[in-house]
């Protein structure tokens, strides 16, 4: 692995790692550390080319890295709580390790091989793609922002002002310490193999996310062996961030 991830540990117990969502670091998790190292050992974690952590090199890939992590912590089995890329993350490391994944709540998820399709997303990836090359990246920001936070039914003024501005200072924080791209290294492809996924999994989504990502969510509730599926209203795709004391409740309730 090279220069470790950067990341912080807590409490003491039951092993529980929070893995966060692609573009952003382990700050989206702040609502969440304390409260649980209460009761377990606290994980959480940069991405390789997120926050703190190193950049991309050559073969890397997600799943890898958080094997690594975890041995290094020395650290054999695990709850992993992801959002977005980092349900992507726990998802692939639960095929290539089952015997190391304690159980799976895989928040907004996305799942390695998945293909984007929502009208939404592509646009917006269109357009920061366009704000990026004339180097407007106020205005790249905001299109990030639309499409992994205030999503395609709710205006940015719609959206608690607080949440934004949590994901737009991660966005640039990575942005000045020279984080770009957000490379997903290797993968494995898990949009096809759901049904391996054996570990008892709890889907998180927001009723106001895109159709991509309630896809992907439907797919692991219907075909992984020991899945079920929770709809939190009125939240878009961060909705750890946007609903806080909910999520804890339900995580509370999948721990115990």
């Known amino acids: 692995m090279g220069e470790p991830l950067r990341h912080d540990e807590r409490g003491h117990g039951r092993p529980l790692v929070f893995l966060h969502p692609g573009g952003f670091a382990r700050q989206v998790w702040d609502e969440h550390l304390d409260r649980f190292a209460a009761s377990h050992r606290v994980v959480r974690y940069d991405a390789r080319g997120h926050g703190d952590s190193p950049g991309p090199v050559p ?6 890295d958080l094997r690594q992590l975890l041995d290094a912590l020395g650290i054999e089995r695990a709850v992993l709580v992801g959002s977005s890329l ?13 015997d190391r994944v304690d159980g799976l709540v895989l928040a907004s998820p996305g799942l390695s091989g998945m293909v984007e ?40 003024e719609q959206v608690d002002p607080a949440v934004r501005a949590l994901f737009r200072r991660l966005l640039a924080d990575n942005a000045r310490k020279g984080h770009g791209g957000f490379a997903p290294g290797a993968e494995l492809h898990a949009v096809t193999g759901v049904r391996e996924i054996r570990a008892r999994t709890l889907v998180i989504t927001g ?19 020991h899945a079920r599926g929770v709809t939190l209203d009125g939240v878009g795709h961060q909705v750890n961030a946007e609903q806080p004391a909910r999520f804890g409740e339900l995580l509370d309730e999948f721990l115990g």
């Open 207 to 225: 009723t106001l996310d895109t159709t991509d990502i309630h896809e992907i969510a439907g797919l692991i509730e219907r075909e992984a062996p």
């Open 117 to 156: 399709r929502d009208p939404f997303t592509l646009e917006q990836r269109r357009l920061t793609a366009e704000a990026i090359a004339r180097r407007d990246f106020a205005e790249a920001f905001e299109c990030v922002l639309r499409m992994l936070v205030d999503g395609p039914h709710r205006t940015p």
């Open 86 to 98: 980092g349900s992507r993350t726990a998802a692939d490391f639960a095929l290539s390790h089952p």
């Open 59 to 64: 073969g890397f890939s997600h799943h890898d």
